[in-house]
């Protein structure tokens, strides 16, 4: 937000009489601190806005928000939404989901969700783990992981969050984490200014089922050396001083490199804005495990029509061609039967 803007609300407009009834400790603490911060900088006003979630911890988000909300069934969130949005493109509407609710049983209405582009900002938080339901495994959860459902190990290979919203052609894709409020509040206010799907997969912590998910990646002591941070334009550096970067091999892999070995002209330089998805999903895969350097930020940002734009062009020019619809004459002509 730039200094001349005067924002429409402060943090305190967002936040909402109900108790916050998460575990001590838990990462969605942070995510909402981040959102709730960031809706003034967003000027958009709360009785227009719509946070829409499904059913796990995370679904539990539109109860805090001072706006409209909609705690939906499990999975279905992205369906309802996508029904909001349409019907009401004034709106602001928002998803709220883990990475059960949205790639399990809900895996089918998130990818139509991204590949029309609605216009929607999705947050995806994923902590590895069902923690609504006492410590199952999730979609996500890595293969080997012991917990109640899978006690020899899970043998099931995980889905990558970001693989498969870039494989759904989803418009926006990013990654950040619940231990850097600045860095979420950057990425998530960038899905929300981008026109259609946005998809953001928020690595988060769950102290009580799944402890220390992502400590090798993200803790304080650690997060220097192993955290990518994307930015679009410039060539991709990290760790201390910049010293490792990544770098693209002659057979189209990525590969993890020493600047000092390669030089800074041999590294990759980020672009978002590319139409092909497929530097976006190379960036995805990068991380092969829990302990390897893993990127964060701005995936892929490009622009498409979004659905219900098309929709509402689609109806006008119907209607311009044919004349307004009338309902009760269409319900009334041939083709109807009556049942005694």
Request: glycine letters at 10%; proline letters at 4%.
């Amino acid at each position: 937000m730039s200094d001349t803007t005067i924002s429409l609300t402060t943090k305190k407009d967002w936040i909402s009489d109900q108790e916050v009834r998460w575990c001590p400790g838990c990462g969605d603490y942070g995510v909402m601190q981040a959102v709730q911060q960031l809706m003034p900088e967003l000027n958009v006003a709360p009785e227009n806005v719509v946070f829409v979630s499904g059913i796990g911890c995370s679904s539990r988000f539109p109860y805090y928000m001072n706006t409209y909300g909609v705690h939906s069934i499990h999975g279905r969130a992205p369906a309802l939404a996508t029904g909001i949005a349409v019907a009401r493109p004034d709106l602001d509407v928002w998803v709220v989901t883990g990475d059960g609710d949205a790639l399990s049983i809900g895996g089918n209405h998130l990818i139509h969700a991204l590949r029309r582009n609605v216009n929607l900002t999705i947050l995806l938080f994923n902590n590895r783990i069902y923690g609504l339901t006492k410590g199952q495994y999730s979609p996500t959860s890595e293969q080997g992981k012991v917990t109640k459902s899978t006690p020899f190990g899970s043998l099931d290979l995980p889905f990558n969050p970001l693989s498969v919203a870039i494989g759904a052609e989803a418009s926006f894709v990013a990654r950040t984490h619940d231990l850097d409020r600045k860095h979420m509040m950057e990425v998530i206010g960038a899905a929300h200014a981008h026109r259609g799907a946005s998809f953001v997969e928020i690595f988060q912590n769950c102290n009580v089922f799944n402890d220390g998910a992502f400590d090798d990646i993200i803790s304080r002591q650690v997060r220097e050396e192993m955290v990518i941070d994307l930015k679009h334009g410039q060539p991709i550096r990290f760790g201390a001083e910049g010293h490792r970067g990544v770098m693209m091999r002659s057979d189209g892999q990525l590969e993890l490199v020493e600047v000092a070995d390669v030089g800074e002209d041999r590294l990759l330089v980020h672009d978002a804005h590319r139409p092909d998805p497929s530097l976006a999903f190379a960036l995805a895969r990068l991380s092969h495990d829990d302990h390897s350097a893993t990127p964060f930020g701005i995936f892929r940002s490009v622009d498409r029509g979004d659905y219900g734009t098309l929709v509402g062009r689609q109806m006008a020019e119907a209607s311009s061609k044919k004349g307004p619809g009338d309902l009760a004459s269409l319900l009334r002509s041939t083709g109807t039967w009556m049942v005694d």
